[in-house]
C-alpha cells in the first residue's frame, strides 16, 4: 500500500520556467490538499479538492494551478518559477469522513534559482 | 480559522512522560482537535485527535480541557524517535484544508 506517492523528490528550475508536481495516492480518498512549508515555519495551504472536477484556493494559491481529473492524482503546476517558490511542497488526502485522518507524502524540494 | 498556540520549543528525558500544550481559545463548536508531528525531512505523519472527549491511542493521549479551549497531548514514555515538530491544528472532520502553525519541536535527551 502506497499511500501518497509525491515526484519529484528533488527539482531545481531556473526562473521562468514551468513545472508539474506529482500527487497520488491509492486509497480512494476523495480529498486531496496541497501545502509549501518555508524553512522554520509550518505548512502552509495552497490549494485544495474535495473529489475529482473540484478544487478551490487555500491560503497561498498565487503562482500555482491545479486540476482534479481522477480520484488519484492531483498534479500542482507552476506556471512561471518566482525564486518565492522555493520551498518544500507536501500533498496530503484523505477520507473526508469523520474520525479520519490525513496522510502525507514525503514532499518535493524545489530550488528556484 | 481558529488560531493555535504552542510553545516554541520543549525538551524531554529519554522514556519520561512528556505533556505537550496547545491553546485555542477562539474554538468553534465543530472543530475537532488535531495533532500531527514531522520528523526531520518527512511529511507529517497523524498523532491523534478529538472532539470533546479524552482520547487515547496507540502512540499518546489527548486531554481536551471542558471548555475546549485548551489541550494537552501526551507521550506516555518518550523516545528518541519522538524527537519531532508537533503541530495542534483545529479543523472539520474532514481531515483537510489544515491550517498550521509552526508548532512545538520536541527534543528528546538520551
Known amino acids: 500500500n502506497a499511500g501518497v506517492t509525491q515526484t519529484p523528490k528533488f527539482q531545481v528550475l531556473k526562473t521562468g520556467q514551468s513545472m508539474t508536481l506529482q500527487c497520488a495516492q491509492d486509497m480512494n480518498h476523495e480529498y486531496m490538499s496541497w501545502y509549501r512549508q518555508d524553512p522554520g515555519m509550518g505548512l502552509r495551504l495552497i490549494h485544495y479538492?474535495?473529489?475529482?472536477?473540484?478544487?478551490d484556493q487555500g491560503e497561498v494559491p498565487n503562482g500555482y494551478n491545479v486540476s482534479r481529473s481522477t480520484t488519484e492524482d492531483f498534479p500542482l503546476r507552476l506556471l512561471s518559477a518566482a525564486p518565492s517558490q522555493t520551498s518544500v511542497y507536501f500533498c496530503?488526502?484523505?477520507?473526508?469522513?469523520?474520525?479520519?485522518?490525513?496522510?502525507f507524502g514525503q514532499g518535493t524540494r524545489l530550488t528556484v534559482v | 480559522d481558529a488560531k493555535t498556540t504552542q510553545p516554541n520549543s520543549m525538551e524531554s528525558n529519554e522514556e519520561e512522560p512528556v505533556h505537550l500544550p496547545c491553546n485555542h481559545s477562539?474554538?468553534?463548536?465543530?472543530?475537532?482537535i488535531h495533532w500531527y508531528r514531522q520528523l526531520p525531512s518527512q511529511g507529517p505523519e497523524y498523532v491523534i485527535h478529538?472532539?470533546?472527549s479524552n482520547v487515547n491511542n496507540r502512540m499518546a493521549s489527548l486531554a481536551i480541557a471542558e471548555d475546549r479551549k485548551s489541550s494537552t497531548l501526551i507521550l506516555h514514555r518518550a523516545t528518541l524517535r519522538d524527537a519531532a515538530v508537533y503541530y495542534c491544528i483545529l479543523g472539520e472532520d474532514t481531515g483537510n484544508q489544515f491550517y498550521f502553525g509552526t508548532g512545538t519541536s520536541l527534543t528528546v535527551i538520551p
Open positions: 496530503a488526502s484523505s477520507s473526508g469522513q469523520k474520525n479520519t485522518e490525513a496522510f
Open positions: 478529538g472532539l470533546t
Open positions: 479538492s474535495v473529489g475529482a472536477g473540484i478544487t
Open positions: 477562539t474554538i468553534s463548536g465543530t472543530d475537532y
